[in-house]
């Protein structure tokens, strides 16, 4: 029997959703926060040691990673566009130390692998920690860990099980002293393995550090084919080329460059609002002293965070998958996503009718079946690749890319044995399929959350086949 969600049975007057979003404008608040220098476009061929098709999160890291290995590389990365302007300048700041989308997924992909896989993960998110105060990176960083709520009676008891000092369980009351949200029946706040950044002043930062160690930066130098020289890898673009000794490719959900990878990554839309700064009394109104990273339960969840000036994010829910696969600027315009968040949003928070959304905008998620990334190589080792973190790579994209960096220096190291590493996942049908197995997943996590929690039947044959998905 079907239920209706607290967002459907507490939702707010239309017309007060109509002001919240009466003002925002569709941009990207982390982008236009962040100031970012422009760099050259590729204007002359140039050899290299290194090349790196890509400057977000994982270009970037590469590129850092490499230099802190060897400082003599000449390297150099090339973007099609600017500098973090893909999902690593528009998401949701959660830095996570998971590295296999949380822990349900690792255990059901690789139990044995499970407990090595979350210490590399805590070790790569306090390396990122180390890193931000090494090179100074200016990007609000916070490292207040993520508040898990119950917002349905049936997922109370998914948040049972003993604590620790730095895995707390909240009952109503104590889950409402940290955020005060009248539809929260139940918490967990997991102190130490998320942070909270900046996203568009990370991508800008990293960019500078990696300049600053002598990685040559290109923007709107769109690589357009790969080759082989026999020599030499050759990266094309429109003006002129790069002969490299090893490639990196950290094209994450755009068209791979390889063919063999252009069915493993599917773009899902994922959409966001942002509020203007709150007043003091506002924030006093919703308590959030500790400063968590908060997401609710559901198979559809919300992610929300506040900024350094005490704006709330406020995303996720409707992930949308365009049928055909593509990625287009005009897919982020979804009115009925932005009103539905923003009704989610004062379902969540009433005190906070009257607040005004400044910003809305939404960004691809690089989905892959297997819900985190894979990595290989191709051209007999010379060119590696990472992609497919499924909305989880602001802290995995540092651990692609020692992924790559070690398979490219051809060792066999503890990262490039590792099962979860060595596998490659199923790739997606091709369309029109692609969009029916996708839609109908959506609709039946969607059924799942209306029905407590109860899977259907197509879901329950996901899940056996290990293509299964919960938040
Ligand atoms: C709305 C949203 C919210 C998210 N929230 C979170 C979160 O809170 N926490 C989390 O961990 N993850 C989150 N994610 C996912 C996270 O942002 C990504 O996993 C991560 O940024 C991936 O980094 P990347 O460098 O691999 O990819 P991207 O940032 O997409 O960068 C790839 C770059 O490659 C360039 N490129 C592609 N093809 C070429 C070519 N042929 N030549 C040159 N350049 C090319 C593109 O222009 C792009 O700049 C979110 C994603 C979205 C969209």
Same mark, same amino acid.
């Given at each position: 029997?079907?239920?209706?969600?607290?967002?459907?049975?507490?939702?707010?007057?239309k017309?007060?959703?109509?002001?919240?979003?009466?003002?925002?404008?569709h941009? &990207?608040?982390?982008?236009?926060?962040?100031?970012?220098?422009?760099?050259?476009?590729?204007?002359?061929?140039?050899?290299?040691?290194?090349?790196?098709?890509?400057?977000?999160?994982?270009?970037?890291?590469?590129?850092?990673?490499?230099? %802190?290995?060897?400082?003599? *590389?000449?390297?150099?990365?090339?973007?099609?566009?600017?500098?973090?302007?893909?999902?690593?300048?528009?998401?949701?700041?959660?830095?996570?130390?998971?590295?296999?989308?949380?822990?349900?997924n690792g255990?059901?992909?690789?139990? /044995?692998?499970?407990?090595?896989?979350?210490?590399?993960?805590?070790a790569?998110?306090?390396?990122?920690?180390?890193a &931000?105060?090494?090179?100074?990176?200016?990007?609000?960083?916070?490292?207040?860990?993520?508040?898990s709520?119950?917002?349905?009676?049936?997922?109370?008891?998914?948040?049972?099980?003993?604590?620790?000092?730095?895995?707390?369980?909240?009952?109503?009351?104590?889950?409402?002293?940290?955020?005060?949200?009248?539809? !929260?029946?139940?918490?967990?706040?997991?102190?130490?393995?998320?942070? *909270? +950044?900046?996203?568009?002043?990370?991508?800008?930062?990293?960019?500078?550090?990696?300049?600053?160690?002598? +990685? %040559?930066?290109?923007?709107?130098?769109?690589?357009?084919?790969? %080759?082989?020289?026999?020599?030499?890898? +050759?990266?094309?673009?429109?003006?002129?080329?790069?002969?490299?000794?090893r490639?990196?490719?950290?094209?994450?959900?755009?068209?791979?460059?390889?063919?063999?990878?252009?069915?493993?990554?599917?773009?899902?839309?994922?959409?966001? *609002?942002?509020?203007?700064?709150?007043?003091?009394?506002?924030?006093?109104?919703?308590?959030?002293?500790?400063r968590?990273?908060?997401?609710?339960?559901?198979?559809? !969840?919300?992610?929300?965070?506040?900024?350094?000036?005490?704006?709330?994010?406020?995303?996720?829910?409707?992930?949308?998958?365009?049928?055909?696969?593509?990625?287009?600027?005009?897919? /982020? %315009?979804?009115?009925?996503?932005?009103?539905?968040?923003?009704?989610?949003?004062?379902?969540?928070?009433?005190? *906070?009718?009257?607040?005004?959304?400044?910003?809305?905008?939404?960004?691809?998620?690089?989905?892959s079946?297997?819900?985190?990334?894979? !990595?290989?190589?191709?051209?007999?080792g010379? &060119?590696?690749?990472?992609?497919?973190?499924?909305?989880l790579?602001?802290?995995?994209?540092?651990?692609?890319?020692?992924?790559?960096?070690?398979?490219?220096?051809?060792?066999?190291t503890?990262?490039?044995?590792?099962?979860?590493?060595?596998?490659r996942?199923?790739?997606?049908?091709?369309?029109?399929?692609?969009?029916?197995?996708?839609n109908?997943?959506?609709?039946?996590?969607?059924?799942?959350?209306?029905?407590?929690?109860?899977?259907?039947?197509?879901?329950?044959?996901?899940?056996?086949v290990?293509?299964?998905?919960?938040?």
């Amino acid at each position: 029997m079907s239920s209706s969600t607290v967002f459907e049975r507490n939702a707010p007057g239309k017309a007060a959703v109509t002001r919240a979003l009466d003002d925002s404008r569709h941009a &990207v608040f982390w982008l236009e926060d962040a100031a970012a220098p422009g760099r050259p476009r590729l204007g002359t061929s140039v050899d290299a040691d290194l090349a790196i098709v890509g400057g977000g999160y994982t270009g970037l890291w590469t590129a850092i990673r490499a230099k %802190e290995r060897d400082p003599a *590389l000449r390297i150099v990365l090339l973007e099609a566009k600017t500098i973090g302007w893909a999902a690593s300048g528009r998401n949701g700041g959660f830095v996570e130390a998971s590295l296999t989308h949380g822990e349900a997924n690792g255990e059901r992909r690789w139990p /044995e692998e499970l407990a090595q896989l979350e210490r590399l993960g805590s070790a790569n998110l306090d390396a990122i920690a180390e890193a &931000v105060e090494r090179y100074g990176i200016a990007a609000d960083f916070e490292r207040t860990g993520t508040l898990s709520v119950a917002v349905e009676p049936h997922q109370v008891g998914w948040l049972d099980g003993p604590g620790t000092d730095d895995d707390v369980h909240l009952d109503e009351a104590a889950v409402r002293r940290e955020i005060a949200s009248p539809t !929260f029946l139940a918490g967990r706040w997991d102190r130490r393995s998320t942070a *909270l +950044v900046h996203p568009g002043k990370l991508a800008a930062e990293l960019a500078r550090v990696a300049a600053d160690l002598g +990685v %040559e930066l290109f923007e709107h130098s769109a690589v357009r084919g790969i %080759e082989d020289d026999g020599e030499r890898v +050759v990266l094309r673009t429109d003006t002129a080329r790069v002969r490299a000794r090893r490639v990196a490719l950290a094209t994450n959900v755009f068209p791979s460059l390889l063919k063999r990878n252009r069915l493993m990554t599917v773009p899902v839309y994922d959409y966001v *609002l942002m509020t203007e700064p709150l007043s003091s009394a506002q924030l006093a109104s919703i308590g959030w002293k500790n400063r968590q990273g908060l997401a609710d339960l559901a198979n559809q !969840f919300h992610y929300s965070r506040l900024s350094a000036d005490n704006r709330i994010l406020y995303g996720g829910y409707d992930a949308i998958y365009h049928s055909g696969g593509h990625i287009r600027p005009g897919y /982020e %315009e979804r009115p009925q996503t932005y009103r539905k968040l923003a009704s989610h949003f004062l379902t969540t928070f009433p005190q *906070l009718e009257g607040v005004r959304f400044t910003h809305r905008w939404a960004g691809a998620i690089d989905t892959s079946t297997r819900f985190c990334a894979f !990595f290989g190589t191709a051209r007999r080792g010379r &060119v590696a690749y990472a992609a497919g973190f499924t909305g989880l790579g602001v802290a995995a994209t540092r651990f692609a890319a020692d992924v790559m960096l070690d398979k490219l220096a051809g060792e066999t190291t503890e990262l490039t044995e590792l099962r979860m590493v060595r596998e490659r996942p199923l790739p997606f049908p091709p369309e029109p399929a692609a969009s029916v197995g996708i839609n109908l997943t959506r609709i039946s996590l969607d059924r799942a959350d209306h029905r407590n929690g109860r899977r259907n039947l197509l879901l329950k044959t996901l899940d056996a086949v290990g293509l299964g998905f919960d938040s």
